[in-house]
């Protein structure tokens, strides 16, 4: 069975249950569903409405109106890509302390030894490192 805490080069802490893992997950993919529907609806509706009146007669100020309705649409769907990372630090916890970790500079990277077969491959991970160890290596003089 593989072990929930290292499942796919993913350091899940294990005191977490696996039961607020999944309620902190399924909260985000339908914050995230939600928004993506939300933010990019209006681009598409207006997308059919262009096509639809491609051909009608439309004073200035309807062009302008339509021009500027296109720029705030696209920038809509613009912003649904940003917003992917403010959805995630709003809705999930082990997501907040992790990205807590990133900003503290508490993060290094190591290297991690695979044995697949008699054959052994040399992988990169990021990971935070917990502050006993950045002491142990301070007091060593290791960066």
């Known amino acids: 069975m593989v072990n929930a805490a290292s499942r796919n080069g993913v350091r899940i802490q294990p005191h977490i249950p696996h039961q607020s893992l999944n ?7 339908l914050v995230q569903v ?11 509706a207006w997308g059919v409405y262009a096509g639809v009146s491609l051909n009608w007669r439309k004073s200035q100020w309807r ?10 649409f ?12 403010i959805v995630y630090a ?4 082990l997501f907040r ?5 990133l900003f503290h500079c508490r993060w290094r990277k ?14 990169q991970r990021v990971a935070p490192v917990p502050a006993r160890i950045m002491q142990s290596k301070r007091i060593n003089n290791y960066p």
């Open 34 to 44: 939600v928004s993506f529907v939300a933010l990019t609806m209006p681009f598409s």
């Open 74 to 85: 696209t920038f809509l769907v613009y912003a649904n890509n940003g917003l992917s990372c």
């Open 23 to 29: 309620a902190q997950l399924l909260r985000m993919i």
């Open 90 to 93: 709003l809705t999930a916890r």
């Open 110 to 123: 190591f290297l991690r030894y695979q044995q697949h077969g008699n054959i052994f491959l040399l992988s």
């Open 97 to 101: 302390q992790e990205l807590r970790a």
């Open 63 to 72: 062009r302008d109106l339509e021009a500027l309705l296109s720029v705030c």
